[in-house]
């Protein structure tokens, strides 16, 4: 679909990346299956085995049919929604500023809480709507974008929440002058937040020294099945958006096109001259105040600001390298973003028609019976 004018002209179709990583789900809790004795007391219950599979088949249907939903959604139109209630938006606010940024940050915390260790967290279930996740400190803030979606939602009752918040955040990246994100439906959404995650599994800005901060980036990301390039094209997100007192603590853009996707936040990391942030301007433009928040760095205007985990980039060598390439060359970054980000909005996201890297919950209750 055509972008307006006053955005950027795409840079042509990126070529796809690998579309969803087959996952395995959450294995399901069961009881030990007791083998069979001559005691009654130790006899498995014929009765329960036909329960289990009847709700593995309840299961296994409520993700299948998530998945048609999904698949039934015109993905033109809702695209075309997508774009027009965020230039309506935009257009509303009337101050330079964008929803698209904050929609980019709803996807990117939606999908960033997945293990791969036990398959648990991730977009699918979109359990960011309840709380705890709703609560988190992480997610401060991004009711603005939730409750902007709503309208949309209604727009196409057939789509999940799942689905449309990881879409936007595809669509909105687009938007703005980046990559087309590869991006599959089939998301389906709990009823409450009673399976989310512990608290912690998103970044934090600060871990209280460089090499901490370096070792947490790589727990966090590698945590998810990423690695070092790809937590580097993931951190370019960063070229968008700003952050607020009232929400983080800190403050400020990272660049001054921060509705403009592209490879300035390398380029301003690399040759901006950054120094840690010690007084502060309040929006009234008023007397400079000794800055009180957190420790983060501004550029030798004071305008612009890094945080310490964007700053761990150029001294961590292996990061650093990567910091470079993409500074010198958009398109590559473009690219390795694009794959990246439709990688994480895919994590823990069920294969098409339920069956997910371990064959769905049907497949593994028939197993664990020795079913067909």
Known sequence: MAFSSAQRVLKGAVPLAARQMAVSMRPFSTRP??????SNKTAYSAGAAAAALVAAAAAAAHERSGALMGAQVDKSALKEAIVKCVEEEDARRGDGTSLGPTLVRLAWHCAGTFSNADGSGGSNGCRMRFNPEAGWGANAGLATARNFLNPIKAMFPG????DLYTFAGAVAVEMMGGPEVPFAFGR???TDGTTSPPDGRLPNADM????????????VFYRMGFDDKEIVALSGAHALGRCHEDASGYWGPWTRAESTFSNEYFRLLKE????????HKDSSGGKACPWTGPKQ???SDGELMMLPSDMVLTKDPKFDAWVVKYKDDEELFFKDFSAAFGKLLALGVPASGGGGGGG??????KSLFGLK
């Open 33 to 38: 299956v007791l083998k069979l004795a001559a």
């Open 159 to 162: 789509l999940s929440h799942a």
């Open 188 to 190: 389906t959404d709990a």
């Open 208 to 219: 209280g020294s460089d090499p901490a901060t370096a070792q947490h980036l790589r727990d």
């Open 272 to 279: 901006e001259t950054w120094r840690p942030k010690k007084a």
């Open 297 to 299: 760095y501004e550029s």
């Open 360 to 365: 769905g919950p049907l497949a593994q209750i």
